[in-house]
């Protein structure tokens, strides 16, 4: 693969991704017609409010937004889908656009939690890449509510030459996962500092995915294996931090992370900003890493939802899309940025990813409510360490 999804790709991204048809339930009916037509027509206040991942954008890309609309933009980060989706499931978040990864955005839309879009408005919808909407329909039948903002996958990022003065004369093993999940690697890794995401759902899919066996999986006893498995480790992890990682990488604070593959080549940039040179690389274990796509979408009852589409087709544009990969160290799903997208990113394999890595990448899934509640109660006994 070169600068888009390839087939294999998206034929995994298929793979566990049932399709359903959308609960989302009508809006009332207005009262008369002219209700409706002045509904429709009446002018938004300009505002614009976004709930994304952190550090998941380019400096000026608000800037130029309110600039070319006049729309001023509260932007609000999180660092977790379990955190948007207890907003979500509360219902008033105030948020106009939020963006959930696309396996949890399939059981929001099916809550009826979204409102659909109107493609009228989206004019840049074309600049998309065919391919991946075809494999969106798999979480969103007919894209109707999801639009695209990055992806990558969950994997281990290092600092290299820590790492390797931590291991001494262990060599690097030849699964990367097992720098994360391998007591005796992670013994040895324990004096430079490893760091896990803080979240229940992405440390058990991994763990379950490092013990080959099924990663959305409803069996009790798998999860248990996880936990049996995660607990010989905990010892020797020293934080539980999601968003902190790029800093905790670029800082030199940790030398070995389990997250976010998009996060360690950003953590690489930041410390070249910073003139710490640190040599932060994302690995691509050879038995894959777990793909995620992080994707647009207005809450039902959002209250700039004009502004929510103004917002989207702006970020559509081939050179503001590019711009935030060339931040971020993250792929988009934009084939008509692909040519302002930094060389160097785009010569990246562990960014953009080989035909041969991307097929080992483990698809998403949805684990049902029962597996999420068991995973959490496994969760919160393992990071507590009792
Ligand atoms: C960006 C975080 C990516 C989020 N810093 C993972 N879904």
Redesign the pocket.
Known sequence: MKYAFSKTFLALMAVGLVTVSCGQSENKPAENINEAVATANAPEEKILNIYN????IAPDTIENFEKETGIKVRYDVFDSNEILHAKLIAKNTGYDIVVP?SNWAKQQIEGGLFQKLDKAKLTNWKNLDEGILKQMEGVDPGNQYLVDWMW?YNTVGINEDKVKAALGDTPMPENAWDLVFNPTYTSKLKACGITYLDTPTDVFQAALHYLNKPVFTASNDDYQAAFDMLMKVRPDIKKFNS?GQIEDLAGGNVCVAFG?A??FN?ARKRSIENKSEQKIVALVPKTGGLI?M?TMAIPADAKHPNNAHLFMNYIMQPKVTAAITNE?T?ANPNKAATEFVDEEIRNNKSIYLSDEDIAKLVPAGVEGQEAKRTLTRFYTKFKSGV
């Open positions: 991942w952190s550090d998941y990864s990558s968003g976010w998009g996060d950003l995620f992080d971020v993250y």
